[in-house]
């Protein structure tokens, strides 16, 4: 039985040898991945075979050209080796043409072996010898070059500069990989339903074109990212099983890496841990094939987040260690850069490592802010926009050409009635006085338009800004916050501590506030019950109680404005801290309810916070340093509100005040 299945592999990969190049066929050589797909995951064994054969010249630059680009898909060593051995072959020959195609595949292989500068300088200087059929290949690479140095706005440029010349040469799987490229860069831009937009057409393009090659499995996992992104579970999987199908057909190790990385990702979110490990397992071992520091960075990334998330900090910090080794001091996607420092954050964090922690958002902080850029976002989307109307002008010429033609086989056809020139004199005078006055018209309407975009364009602007504003006073307030707790850390002193505490917890109901601001689109106002909601979740982590304190908000949502809210948010912490302090005995279960409505009263609301606990007897002192009780008092006056206090079976704090919605965007 053995000797029969080893004499059929052998038959097979015969067959398959003849069916790639044949020198008895026209033509000798069906290109992989271009003629056919029909082949299993020994077609590179059996290139390797037919170049040690006496090949035309041409025909041993085309075999050892794709055998190169290839390799780099298992072994980028050996991809490195046979494109430099290839190229030298192709300088030999002064044969211009294949020397710019070799270029490219040189750049692409150093592009993976993360040598970016090295990828760029070969790329760029293969431009100015590449055929007009080479440029789609050439300009996918220097934006694969552009998206690893995190220059998201570069990259989309080279994608549609390589979709313009895909349509152009009328090359489909030029467009499939532009569109492709585009999903993939508004996954990173978290736009993820423009993601899918494209990812989708690339796939149709993909299906039309009819060869299941690297980049088509490399498109599916690019749209199962952005499914998985908006948590459609089924379709990310659905796209990951087919990308995984193709990969492991063809043995594609750097497309099998990322593939099981998402699908790590995946199961991590749907809390299936086991299949998470082994994924991630999957991930680190392909990446240690391909000796690729790009993806084996990335594969202990998500073992580590894996760990975060599974209570693991002491093993998470030690697979973070191995990934940022990985990346070294040159890496240069610093997107996935910026995500490993948040997870060095939070594992430090856990374990109580204040400082390090605090380093580490720094890094993350700087590096996120590098990458997710205002600039970044409007360029992508401005060039996409340049683009369309590109398409739009040209459609418009040859409308305008037709209908330019048109127009004068009419002329010619009312020349021919002499009866009625006359008529048709008048005819065309009253038509010229028509046109006249819509031009008058058209002239006028560009500039009502026009300035209409201007102020379309100014209110943009100064909304980004007002976002940028409230973002940049949140990441100031969480910085207070860190320093107030490495200050806490740093004291022995029980008291100093609860204040360090009680202050923290004031500093982060106001960061929610801002964070909100610039996280929806109404920049004047805060909905409240989704606040209240984040607001008890923080100081329940903070006094370490969700185990065993509910905090239930039954309220309907409700907009106020930013002059309101910050006040009525610091009441509520105020609330919240007491009730958790003094309201309930020690590790006593109970429920704290939050409630803000509209009374009958005309514009009178009321909010109401209570507890079910132990109370406080009348006429007893009140605990703490009393700072928290006059602070409540200070915001009530400020809100000209009243403040009513009622204890039985618990305490119900309830406050009546005035308030008035604002209108037109003038706040009360």
Same mark, same amino acid.
């Given at each position: 039985m053995k000797i029969f299945f080893t004499c059929t592999m052998l038959l097979l990969s015969f067959a398959s040898a003849a069916q790639l190049v044949d020198l008895s066929r026209v033509p000798p050589y069906r290109p992989v991945f271009v003629a056919t797909d029909a082949f299993d995951s020994s077609y590179l064994t059996e290139l390797e075979k037919a170049t040690t054969q006496n090949l035309p010249d041409t025909l041993q630059l085309a075999v050892g050209n794709d055998l190169a680009y290839y390799w780099h898909t298992r072994n980028l060593d050996k991809a490195c080796s046979l494109t430099y051995k290839t190229l030298a072959f192709a300088k030999g020959l002064h044969n211009k043409i294949w020397e710019g195609r070799l270029l490219v595949t040189l750049g692409a292989v150093l592009l993976r072996q993360e040598k970016l500068d090295s990828a760029f300088a070969v790329l760029t200087s293969a431009i100015p010898i590449v055929t007009k059929k080479d440029l789609p290949q050439l300009y996918t690479q220097l934006g694969y070059v552009m998206e690893r140095k995190g220059q998201l706005s570069k990259a989309a440029d080279y994608a549609l500069e390589a979709l313009h010349t895909g349509d152009t040469l009328h090359d489909m799987k030029a467009q499939a990989m532009a569109y492709s490229d585009l999903s993939n860069l508004f996954w990173k831009q978290s736009k993820f339903d423009k993601g899918i937009e494209y990812g989708l057409h690339s796939v149709a393009l993909f299906k039309q074109r009819g060869i299941e090659d690297m980049d088509y499995s490399f498109t599916l996992y690019v749209l199962g990212n952005n499914y998985l992104s908006v948590k459609d579970y089924p379709d990310a999987l659905q796209y990951f099983k087919l990308a995984l199908a193709q990969s492991e057909r063809y043995q594609f190790y750097n497309n099998l890496a990322d593939i099981y990385i998402a699908l790590n990702q995946l199961y991590t979110l749907t809390s299936d841990y086991a299949k998470a490990t082994f994924n991630a397992r999957q991930a680190i071992r392909y990446s240690t094939l391909l000796d690729n520091n790009f993806m084996l960075m990335r594969s202990w990334l998500c073992l580590a987040h894996l760990q975060n998330l599974t209570h693991q900090p002491d093993t998470a910090i030690t697979s973070l260690k191995i990934c940022l080794q990985v990346a070294g001091n040159n890496f240069g996607d610093k997107f996935f850069?910026?995500?490993?420092?948040?997870?060095?954050?939070?594992?430090?964090?856990?374990?109580?490592?204040? *400082?390090n922690a605090y380093t580490a958002f720094q890094q993350y902080d700087i590096l996120k802010d590098s990458v997710f850029t205002a600039e970044a976002d409007q360029r992508v989307a401005r060039l996409q926009t340049e683009f369309e109307v590109a398409q739009k002008e040209t459609t418009i010429k040859t409308q305008q050409q037709s209908i330019t033609q048109q127009k004068r086989l009419q002329w010619l056809t009312l020349s021919a009635a002499g009866l009625l020139v006359l008529i048709l004199a008048g005819l065309y005078r009253t038509y010229q006085n028509k046109q006249k006055v819509n031009a008058q018209l058209e002239v006028? $309407?560009? $500039?009502?338009?026009? *300035? $209409?975009?201007?102020?379309?364009?100014?209110?943009?602007?100064?909304? +980004?800004? +007002? *976002?940028?504003?409230?973002?940049?006073?949140? $990441?100031?307030?969480?910085i207070v916050s860190g320093l107030l707790a490495l200050q806490a850390a740093q004291t022995d002193h029980p008291s100093a501590q609860a204040v360090m505490q009680a202050s923290q917890n004031r500093v982060l109901s106001m960061g929610i506030i801002h964070q909100k601001l610039y996280q929806k689109g109404n920049l004047a106002g805060i909905e409240m019950k989704d606040y209240f909601h984040n607001l008890g979740e923080s100081i329940l982590d903070a006094y370490n109680a969700a185990d065993r304190i509910r905090i239930t908000c039954n309220m309907h949502p409700m907009d106020l404005d930013v002059d309101t809210a910050v006040p009525i948010g610091l009441i509520a912490n105020e609330l919240l801290t007491n009730s958790l302090k003094y309201g309930f005995a020690a590790n006593q279960p109970g429920e704290i309810t939050i409630d803000l409505k509209k009374t009958e009263v005309p514009d009178e609301y009321i909010f109401c916070l209570g507890d079910n606990g132990i109370g406080r007897p009348e006429n007893t002192i009140a605990k703490g340093t009393g700072f928290g009780t006059e602070l409540v008092n200070l915001l009530v006056q400020q809100l000209n509100g009243k403040l009513t206090t009622c204890i039985n079976h618990g305490t119900l704090i309830t406050i009546h005040f005035k308030y008035t919605k604002p209108h037109n965007g003038h706040t009360r």
């Open positions: 850069l910026s995500r490993a420092y948040k997870e060095l954050g939070d594992a430090y964090a856990t374990t109580g490592d204040y *400082k006028l $309407n560009e $500039n009502l338009e026009q *300035k $209409n975009n201007q102020l379309d364009k100014r209110n943009a602007e100064n909304e +980004l800004l +007002l *976002k940028e504003i409230h973002h940049r006073v949140k $990441n100031n307030l969480e």
